[in-house]
């Protein structure tokens, strides 16, 4: 979730992506009306519809959480689908890398405020997972002007065997099935759980690099101003206005660098 050109924003620029799949049209510009963005206000209108299956005739029906378990699996397809069209065919909007992971966050967040209400998840396991996506969501933006953290393989799989798991809970299951979708659970709170330590390894990492590199840019700075033609009349490169000087190049560039976007 790499920065963006100005063009797959849905700017006039937008160009269609060589070898792309979709017609001329949905590809030359990424406008609010996309099929990425689509999916991902379908998924957000199936939250409310999923909770009201799942709660229905008191959230014990064997049919009514089969329906529930149905819009939870759309929800999830989306997910897997709506991302993967925005980047393969230039469909990256503002709006989407905003709604993509509201929408993951809600409809998942949905599922497990309303599992443990009925009784059927432990609190502490909803609580773990919860801690977890908003904890890794605010570190994000706390290391985004210096880098994005990456997607990771590990990252895939945790919200492989956590859709995977809260869906079997979603659905009445006795026996070895009920068995089966508890130790389901505990692997995804240990993927949770592990993914969730590595992306604050590489977020302290990045953001070490990232002000890391952003002295040694303001110390080029200043040399490249100490170095310039009419220096000497500055007074040196220790002077206050070489100093000021190389002080406004480093604010320049930070500014025309900008935040990192993360993909939807």
């Known amino acids: 979730m790499t920065g963006v050109p100005a063009s797959a924003a849905g700017g006039p620029g937008a160009k269609p992506v060589r070898g792309g799949e979709l017609g001329t049209a949905a590809v030359n510009q990424a406008s609010l009306w996309n099929i990425a963005n689509i999916l991902t206000m379908a998924r957000l209108l199936l939250v409310p519809g999923f909770v009201m299956l799942l709660f229905h005739d008191g959230g014990n029906d064997p049919a009514w959480r089969s329906f529930a378990w149905a819009a939870f699996a759309v929800a999830m397809i989306t997910d897997l689908f709506d991302g993967h069209l ?77 859709g995977t798991a809260v869906g079997m809970y979603v659905l009445v299951l006795t026996g070895p099935l009920a068995t089966l979708r508890f130790w389901m659970m505990m692997i995804a709170v240990a993927l949770t759980v592990l993914t969730g330590l590595d992306y604050v390894r590489q977020a302290v990492v990045l953001r070490r690099k990232g002000l890391a590199a952003e002295r040694l840019a303001a110390l080029e700075a200043v040399t490249s101003a100490a170095d310039a033609p009419g220096a000497e009349s500055l007074g040196g490169a220790d002077s206050p206005a070489a100093v000021e000087a190389g002080a406004t190049v480093f604010r320049t560039g930070a500014e025309a660098r900008g935040p990192a976007e993360a993909e939807r």
Request: proline residues 4%; hydrophobic residues 55%.
């Open 86 to 162: 925005a980047r393969r065919y230039n469909l990256v909007t503002d709006f989407g890398k905003i709604a993509d992971p509201i929408a993951d966050k809600a409809i998942m967040g949905a599922a497990l405020v309303s599992l443990s209400v009925l009784g059927d998840l432990p609190w502490w396991i909803t609580g773990v997972i919860l801690f977890r996506e908003l904890g890794i969501t605010l570190m994000r933006f706390w290391v985004i002007r210096h880098a994005v953290i990456p997607a990771s393989r590990g990252g895939k799989m945790k919200t492989l065997a956590q």
